[in-house]
């Protein structure tokens, strides 16, 4: 028998859990000193199809910079959702900020989500840290629109990939060509589980968990897509 690989493992895990909330019994007790939170860079892991003509740097530059949007995306929509209470409880530690106290503190992105949360709330100096992976079957697109500069050959692969039109508002530089039959096999919907967490900077207990499991179709944007899922996920989130 195969060895299952760790991200079937984990996609087998969160399909099993489809759509899971659970929440620290003590919540409220355990965050009335919260006052500030950070979101930290997502953990995505791609179940989708590669475009063949990237090469490896470029798909973990390319991980990197789907984290890095994903970040904003979710700061946003907890934003949005914490700004709706007549009196906020805890304030967000601006994404952009949160990443140069990470990286002024040595710690490379790709190691955040093996780093132990206690370090990494107090490298921000925060109450509590959301920690969040997110498992797709496809990349997100126009990544930038969130100020991530991925580079013009590596946007063009994803453009031609996908079969999407006027994704990059800067000029092709390096033009890559992708045999016509590359995106044939792409599935037309789209996979995406999304598992959030707070984690409480004290001690590095897990004070609320959201695991939501959704399905997108390609007749839709999927940067919207994305969006949606995420907004949806924390539509109980209990700050």
Request: include cysteine.
């Amino acid at each position: 028998m195969k060895k299952l690989t760790l991200s079937f493992v984990l996609l087998i895990f969160f399909v099993a859990c489809k759509t899971s909330h659970r929440e620290h019994a003590g919540f409220k007790h355990a965050t009335k000193n919260h006052k500030t939170i950070a979101v930290l860079p997502v953990d995505l892991l791609m179940e989708g199809k590669q475009p063949k003509r990237l090469n490896k740097e470029q798909i973990e530059k390319l991980q990197l910079a789907q984290g890095l949007a994903l970040q904003q995306i979710l700061q946003k929509e907890m934003l949005d959702k914490i700004q709706l209470r007549k009196r906020p409880a805890v304030s967000i530690v601006d994404a952009d900020k949160v990443n140069r106290k990470i990286i002024e503190s040595g710690i490379q992105y790709a190691n955040i989500s093996s780093t132990d949360v206690e370090i990494l709330a107090k490298t921000i100096n925060v109450d509590a840290v959301i920690q969040t992976k997110i498992i797709s079957t496809r990349y997100l697109s126009n990544v930038a629109s969130y100020g991530i500069d991925l580079g013009t050959d590596i946007l063009d692969v994803l453009k031609k990939f996908y079969s999407i039109k006027n994704v990059v508002t800067a000029p092709i530089l390096n033009k890559v060509e992708i045999p016509d039959d590359e995106n044939q096999n792409l599935t037309r919907t789209n996979h995406i589980i999304v598992s959030i967490k707070i984690i409480d900077a004290k001690d590095g207990s897990v004070l609320w968990n959201e695991i939501k499991d959704f399905n997108t179709n390609w007749d839709h944007s999927f940067d919207d897509g994305m969006k949606k899922a995420i907004h949806d996920a924390i539509a109980n989130l209990p700050y």
